[in-house]
C-alpha cells in the first residue's frame, strides 16, 4: 500500500511561515489535497490539485508538490491555524491520507 | 447549500454490524456528477478512507479501501436521498467518528464534510 508521511507536530511563531511536508514515493507524479481539522470539528480542504485553493481559504495558505514531497505553507500564520492538517492522494485506486501534523503557534 | 448529515446507533457490540447513514440535503445524490465517500477517524487519530459509491439514474458502483473490503459494503437510496455503509464483524478497532464526504471524482479530494458520527464498539 502506499504511504503518505508527515512530521507529527510543527511550531510557529505567529507571524512567521510555517510548512508542512507530506513525503511519498514519486508523490511528485500524483495530485495532492491539504485538510484543516480542528479540535471536535470536520477536516476543511485547504488545497487540492497540489496548490489551488477553494474559494473562502486565505492566499496565506499555499501548496507545492516535486519530487518525493509535497509542502503546505502557511505564511503569516495567525493563531487561529493552530488545528492538525492532514495531507491525501490518490493511488491504486484508494484514498490516502498522511499520518498528520499538529500545528502549534506559540 | 449541500449539506452531509452522518446518523446511526452510537454504541455497537463487538462482532454485530455497524450501519450508518448519511442524509443529504439540498442537493440529489442521483445527479451522477458526485462520488459519495465514507471515512472514519479513531479519536486521537488521523484520517482513514473507508469507501465510496457513485450513483446515478442509469448506473452506480462503488469501490472499497483495500484493507477493508470483506467487511464494507456502501449502498443508495435515492428516495431517501441518503448513503448507507455497513461494516460486519466490528472489533473495538473500529470505534471511531465516521463521515461522510462528497467528491468530483478525478481527481480525487473532498471538497465536502459531514459532522462526522461517533461509534463505540463495546460489549
Known sequence: SYDLTQPPSVSVSPGQTASITCSGDKLGHKYVSWYQQKPGQSPVLLIYEDKKRPSGIPERFSGSNSGNTATLTIGGTQVLDEADYYCQTWDSSNYVFGSGTEVTVL | ?123
Not at chain 2, 47 to 63: A, D, F, K, P, V
Not at chain 2, 65 to 91: E, G, M, Y
Not at chain 2, 100 to 112: I, K, M, N, S, V
Open chain 2, 1 to 123: 447549500q449541500v449539506q452531509l448529515q452522518e446518523s446511526g446507533p452510537g454504541l455497537v457490540k463487538p462482532s454485530q454490524t455497524l450501519s450508518l447513514t448519511c442524509s443529504v440535503s439540498g442537493g440529489s445524490i442521483s445527479s451522477g456528477a458526485y462520488y459519495w465517500n465514507w471515512i472514519r477517524q479513531p479519536v486521537g487519530k488521523g484520517l482513514e478512507w473507508i469507501g465510496y459509491i457513485y450513483y446515478s439514474r442509469s448506473t452506480s458502483h462503488t469501490n472499497y479501501n483495500n484493507t477493508l473490503r470483506s467487511r464494507i459494503s456502501i449502498s443508495a437510496d435515492p428516495v431517501k436521498n441518503q448513503i448507507s455503509l455497513n461494516l460486519n464483524s466490528v472489533t473495538v478497532e473500529d470505534t471511531a467518528v465516521y463521515y461522510c464526504a462528497r467528491d468530483y471524482g478525478d481527481p480525487w479530494y473532498f471538497h465536502l464534510w459531514g459532522r462526522g458520527s461517533l461509534v463505540i464498539v463495546s460489549s
